[in-house]
């Protein structure tokens, strides 16, 4: 639980000096270390499941949670599509812990 606080206290020291963000997911990212690797992102109800936030592992969507993700919403990626995101992270008990988590821009609209 400290662990907890600490990082998301952290988090929201580091986000101060970043511009504002269209999603809640991108103010309360953690920067992502070089090993983390691109995942796609959605929510559930957008895969047929129950609104929460998702990640693909392996082909895969499954919760997403973690200390990284303190702060983030339950549906930040509600309504969303396209989303993708570095992480860095482990699967248990089901689910993905994050230990980092960076949003990836939206790619821009081709013309």
Do not use: W
């Not at 963000?21 to 499941?49: E, M």
């Not at 949670?65 to 089901?94: I, N, R, S, V, W």
């Amino acid at each position: 639980m400290r662990r907890a606080l600490i990082l998301a206290a952290l988090a929201l020291a580091a986000c101060s000096s970043k511009p504002a963000s269209t999603t809640a997911a991108a103010t309360t990212a953690i920067a992502a270390p070089a090993q983390a690797q691109v995942h796609d992102v959605a929510c559930g109800c957008s895969l047929g499941l129950a609104c929460q936030n998702m990640i693909s592992v392996d082909g895969k969507f499954v919760p997403l949670t973690g200390p990284a993700t303190a702060g983030m919403g339950e549906m930040a990626f509600c309504g969303k599509k396209g989303l993708q995101a570095k992480a860095d992270g482990k699967l248990a008990d089901g689910k993905y812990v994050a230990s980092t988590f960076e949003l990836l821009p939206a790619p821009a609209p081709a013309h």
